[in-house]
């Protein structure tokens, strides 16, 4: 027999759990999603501590679901009105953040939504995302950013 077919039969025939003994843990691991769920039908993520080089903020986050980019913006700081170059439309409208600076950085997409906070630190790239739902379009849209003049951010919206 090779060291594979062995190895096979091991996998095959190893840990069986039993759902007759709940005290015996689960030999499937356990995913937890990356969103949570907040309030009034958003979702919500963060990124703490990204590695380097996975986060920057000299460039315009990638959308996370492949829509359509309604805003993008790269390397600002400070506070910022930035109006939407499109409109927006029924369905879900994302937003994603990458900061880096110690400060909080404040995101509102009017009049829509979503509105957060967030927490950036001095010494890495941190990221967030939200997202809503929108039941209705709206002709025109702004989103606004305030944060500290030594947080250094980029954004993206997208639908």
Do not use: Y
Request: hydrophobic residues 35%; glycine residues 14%.
């Amino acid at each position: 027999m090779t060291a594979v077919t062995v190895l096979a039969l091991l996998g095959a025939g190893g840990c069986t759990g039993s759902d007759d003994d709940p005290s015996e843990p689960s030999s499937t691991p356990v995913t937890m999603p990356a969103t949570r769920p907040s309030a009034a039908g958003t979702t919500a993520g963060t990124t703490a501590g990204t590695a380097a080089g996975t986060g920057t903020v000299s460039e315009a986050p990638p959308p996370l679901r492949g829509g359509e980019i309604l805003l993008g913006a790269k390397s600002r700081r400070g506070n910022a009105t930035l109006p939407l170059a499109k409109k927006i439309g029924d369905g879900r409208l994302g937003v994603q953040v990458n900061c880096r600076g110690k400060g909080t950085l404040s995101v509102s997409v009017e009049p829509v939504g979503p509105s957060f906070s967030f927490e950036c630190v001095a010494q890495d790239v941190r990221g967030t995302h939200n997202e809503i739902d929108l039941k209705r379009p709206t002709a025109e849209g702004t989103v606004r950013v305030t944060a500290p003049s030594a947080v250094t951010w980029a954004l993206t919206v997208e639908q």
